[in-house]
Structures are given as structure tokens and as C-alpha cells.
């Protein structure tokens, strides 16, 4: 089965930056479309962004302005660019492509 894995969190500064990785593996081609969700504790799920296989992308509102989604198909991965981090932006982050999900990895923003 296809997987994707999710890599680059960690903890940031308040107004710091992370970059966000999520790669597929050999069945699953994240140019066909990646979305990226986060889920914090005791919050609901919540759509980040998309990038779709044309290369357009969407943004929650949230994260408009803030977060942009790039890719490389040559190394089969998504990024979620993070800037200008709030403490509100603490949660698990996490990409999927249809039924598929990643593990998610954690982002912590705090002084």
C-alpha cells in the first residue's frame, strides 16, 4: 500500500518559520493532489490547503497570506511553507490524498 510521510515539525518561535514535508512513496504520486489538515487538541480537524495536480492551491483562512504549498515532483513531495507562526498554529499536522493519510507531524509554537 501507498503511504505518505510527513516530516519537518518541531518548535518555533512565535513569528518563526517552519517548513512542512510530505512524501509519497512509490505508489502514491503526490502530484495528483496533496491536502494538508491540522488538528489540534480538543479542536476539530481543520483544512489547511490544497495543491492540486495542475499546481493551483487553496488556503484556510487561517493560514491565507501566511502558509503557501509548493512541490517537487521530482522527489514525489509537498511543502507546507509556514511563516509568521502563531501559538494558535500549535497542532499535528498532517497530509493526505484521498482515503490515504500520513502520520502527521507535531508543530509547536511557543516562546
Known amino acids: 500500500q501507498g503511504q505518505l510521510v510527513e516530516s519537518g515539525g518541531g518548535l518555533a518561535q512565535p513569528g518563526g518559520s517552519l517548513r512542512l514535508s510530505c512524501e509519497g512513496s512509490?505508489?502514491?504520486?503526490?502530484?495528483?493532489?496533496i491536502t494538508w489538515y491540522r488538528q489540534a487538541p480538543g479542536k476539530e480537524r481543520e483544512w489547511v490547503g490544497n495543491i492540486w495536480p495542475n499546481g493551483s492551491t487553496a488556503y484556510g483562512d487561517s493560514v491565507r497570506g501566511r502558509f503557501t504549498i509548493s512541490r517537487s515532483i521530482v522527489k514525489n513531495t509537498v511543502y507546507l511553507n509556514m511563516n509568521s507562526l502563531t501559538p494558535e498554529d500549535t497542532a499535528l499536522y498532517y497530509c493526505?490524498?484521498?482515503?490515504?493519510r500520513g502520520q502527521g507531524t507535531q508543530v509547536t509554537v511557543s516562546s
Open positions: 512509490r505508489t502514491i504520486s503526490t502530484v495528483n493532489g
Open positions: 493526505s490524498q484521498g482515503p490515504r
